[in-house]
């Protein structure tokens, strides 16, 4: 598999941190300021530039830029100029190399935590979630308008997709519930991540396959990562412990899922895409920040342990 990290756009320590363990690939988070235009591939170069520069090349956008998705998946008033928009960023990532585009369709209320400071291994502080301890919003969409809204979207962009060869990769609900008060959710099981990635067949739809994520809904990886394998576009190496209703994330080696038995699961199964690890732990001597789950240090511990697990089971590759 292909080590990567995720990087934003504005250079910081993981930027070194990720040189420094040996990746050259980066899963790349677009800027979101006004003065990023998406649709302007002087932008795109000059972001590009950054990371080659450092050594670094870009290979996927995480997430789909939300000034777009958002009205996409919510279906309002700016849907068919967000779509329209999005259409211009392919033929810019086709000539730059950058060949998926990781995605959810989750609307209003995206990735969603409870708590960032339960206890993990040595009192380093994770992130969590609780049902009980959600507080409803105001939002409100149903199962059928997000159906609507994703067929929509994919019936547009995929012709697109294909035609500069660009995967879209469906990342799953996180937490992988029906509901959150009024706001429905779709991407929240095996059965109806198969019904999304079927509704229209094309070779450049598949998923983003997030372990933990499955794990929580309660699948079966051993099922699932063999069932899937030619449609897993690229992997989250992430573990958790708990269920959809109540769960927190652990350290890669301390949550429920083996991850060693699940790289060589890949293997057999010849998902050979790109891999980055996912939500760390907090750990002594750093702040939180705004980036819960996605601290430096943390981060390191478990790109150590990847590569470390995928040299033992693919051998050393350089
Ligand atoms: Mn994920």
């Known amino acids: 598999m292909l080590l990567t990290d995720y990087l934003r756009s504005d250079k910081d320590i993981t930027w070194d941190f990720a040189r420094q363990c040996g990746v050259k690939h980066g899963v790349i988070r677009l800027p979101e300021t006004p003065d990023f235009d998406i649709t302007d591939e002087t932008h795109w170069r000059q972001v590009h530039k950054g990371f080659t520069d450092f050594g670094i090349t870009p290979i996927i956008i995480e997430p789909m830029p939300n000034e777009l998705h958002d009205h996409i998946k919510a279906g309002d008033e700016k849907r068919d100029e967000s779509i329209e928009k999005a259409f211009k960023m392919l033929p810019i990532m086709e000539k730059l190399g950058i060949t998926t585009i990781c995605f959810n369709f ?38 059928d308008e997000l159906w609507a809204n994703y067929e929509y979207f994919i019936r547009a962009m995929l012709p697109h997709c294909e035609k500069h060869g660009i995967k879209l990769a469906l990342h799953p609900d996180d937490p992988p519930l029906p509901r959150l008060g009024d706001v429905e959710r779709i991407m929240i099981s095996y059965e109806n991540i198969k019904k999304a990635i079927n509704l229209i067949p094309s070779e450049n739809l598949g998923v983003t396959m997030c372990q933990a994520c499955y794990q929580m809904m309660g699948e079966d990886l051993y099922r699932v990562i063999p069932e899937l394998a030619e449609k897993i576009f690229f992997v989250h190496f992430r573990n958790a412990t708990g269920n959809k209703y109540k769960f927190h994330e652990t350290f890669h080696d301390n949550g429920d899922i083996a991850m060693a038995d699940i790289l060589r699961l890949y293997q057999k199964c010849n998902v050979d895409v790109p891999i980055r690890v996912d939500h760390v732990p907090l750990m002594a001597g750093e702040c939180q920040g705004s980036t819960a789950g996605y601290t430096a240090l943390g981060r390191l511990y478990a790109l150590g342990y990847l590569r470390g697990l995928l040299e033992a089971t693919e051998g050393r590759k350089e």
Do not use: Q, Y
């Open 106 to 143: 989750m609307a209003h209320i995206g990735w969603l935590r409870t708590s960032s400071d339960i206890r993990e291994r040595g009192g380093a502080l994770v992130t969590g979630f609780d049902l009980a301890d959600f507080v409803p919003t105001d939002k409100k969409i149903t199962a």
